[in-house]
C-alpha cells in the first residue's frame, strides 16, 4: 500500500512555471506506476503525465506535450511534475496517483486503473 502527499501548487500567471511534488509513503514505491491527473470544474478528470516503474518510460497527453515534464526518484520515493508555459487553460486540482500495473499494459491513462491517490494540490493559472 501506498500513501500520496501533493505539494507545490499555487497561482502563477499565463506562460510561467510551476513544479508539483509528490511524496510517497511504503517500502515498494519502485513497484508503482505513477501518473498526474487534473480536473477542473465542470470537466472530467484527464491524465496529463504517466511514468512507468522505472521511470524509463513516460507519458503525456497531447494538451500538455512539450510542456510538462514528469520524473521520479525511487530513492526518495518522489514524483515531479515540471510545468512551464502554462496557460489559463491549465488551471484545475492536480492529483497524484499510484497503480500496480494492469499486466504490462502501458501507458495506463483511465483514473479506475489506479489505486491510490493524494489529496490533490490546486493550480491556477490567470491571464
Known sequence: QVQLVESGGGLVQAGGSLRLSCAASGRTFSSYQMGWFRQAPGK????????SWSGGSTYY??????????????????????MNSLKPEDTAVYYCAATIGVGSRWPLTGGYEYGYWGQGTQVTVSS
Open 44 to 51: 472530467e478528470r484527464e491524465c496529463v503525465a504517466a511514468v
Open 61 to 82: 497527453a497531447d494538451s500538455v506535450k512539450g510542456r510538462f515534464t514528469i520524473s521520479r526518484d525511487n530513492a526518495k520515493n518522489t514524483v515531479h511534475l515540471q
